[in-house]
């Protein structure tokens, strides 16, 4: 501890020795007081100190025991050790003698769960709550991993079956488990005290299917799948739960996240609390509320097949401004290629570049600031002699709009195409495209 001065540590003892014996332990370590937590420190306080309270005062061990609780004298100093039934609600601690065997309930170790501290001073404060998840008797790695340790079971079991018990989903504080190098406990119990982005196999974040992963909030992430302890091609929706304002999260079929095909973002709108959750019930969608906004760029579907994952910030400006172009009107059938608006270029569609040549029939704009113009042409290095189209974004655009033809001339309100140069048949036979802005 003293070379990770941020590191909080809690040790629960089970305990079969005298008062002396455990006194001549602490002795044995030279400065042990002096890093014991004691909430006598906090006796006027509603509730627990925060983390940074309890790092800012050096008192960073937590130390609880089923025997001989009290004051210690160690080395000239004294130190507190916390009875544990007397500030922890605990579920009883046994899976099954056996791995054949899976006791999900959720009954108190004790004769009951109570909600707050039994020390008097302390009965405002709510008690730390330890999840048992393992076997009595025979057990191993594999299955622990498998099973035992896998977050599908560990979240049925926080969300469901004890939840069931306490009345309402209620997070762990601790989680103690067997063999706890194998399975997902340590990006689980991440997520259960920072936050996390949770993945599920099913549409709706149904738990009747897996629980693909969980990914700890508070950090940026840029992935292809498998990692993490996500799978590829597997999630369908997703889950918020501790996610602050302003989070960016892109879901991609491609492993590359190639914006030719098909790609989600889903823009966190507020502070998301760490007791709330938000579900994003599909990939495959356009929608907005007070919570989050999903953008969904189609191809030929995102659902199961998630291959990339990203986390970061959504842009507070319009450096992610772009369009994408499709081989159908309206657009319809497949993408040929996403075009940034964010700068001025000017470029050839060739088989070999990301537009491939006489395919373009239809744009959807993603978002683009007001005073951006794009023209597509039928000929090459922007001749206008084959026909051309020009788009001018006439407001801000922060909802996808679609430009279904570039055969025709439409005020869309937002935006406004005008068609001029040759009446060939632009539609399908876009060769250059040039992005302009104010």
Known sequence: MRSNPNAVVTVTLENYVDRDVLNRAFDAVPGLADMMFDPRAYSGSRSWPTLQQIIGSGKRLIMLTDGNPGEYVSNGKTLNLLKDSHWENQN?????????????????????????????????????????????????????GDVDNNLTYLERRVDSHCASVWGKRTAPNYLAVDYNHRGDTFPYAAALTQG??????????????????????????????????????????????GVAKGTRIAVYDSS?????????????????????????????????????????????????KVSRISVGKTPADFSDASVVLYEGNG????IVCTVSLAHSASFNFKSGNACKNDEAKSARILRAKAGTSFSIYGNWDQNQNQGYARVDVLRDITQPVVVGSFDRNYDGGSWRITRGGSSSQLDGKVSSMRVQQP
């Open 196 to 241: 996390g982005y949770y993945f599920y196999e099913q549409n709706r974040a149904n738990a009747a299917g897996d629980t693909t992963c969980v990914i700890p909030a508070g950090k940026d992430y840029n992935f292809s799948l498998p990692a993490h302890g996500c799978e590829n091609d597997e999630a369908r929706s997703l889950k918020l739960r």
């Open 92 to 144: 009883y601690w046994d899976l099954g003698a056996t791995t054949l065997k899976h006791d999900w309930s959720c009954p108190s170790r004790w004769n009951s769960y109570t909600p707050t501290v039994g020390v008097n001073g302390f009965t405002q404060w709510p008690r730390l709550f330890v999840m048992n998840q393992f076997h009595s008797f025979e057990k191993n790695a594999a299955h622990a």
């Open 331 to 334: 657009a319809g059938q497949n």
């Open 256 to 304: 590359n996240g190639d914006p030719k095909d098909d790609h989600a973002f889903i823009d966190v709108k507020r502070d998301i609390g760490l007791n709330e959750s938000v579900v994003v019930g599909t990939f495959e969608t356009q929608y907005e509320d007070a919570d989050f906004k999903l953008t969904y760029v189609r191809n030929n579907g995102l659902d199961g």
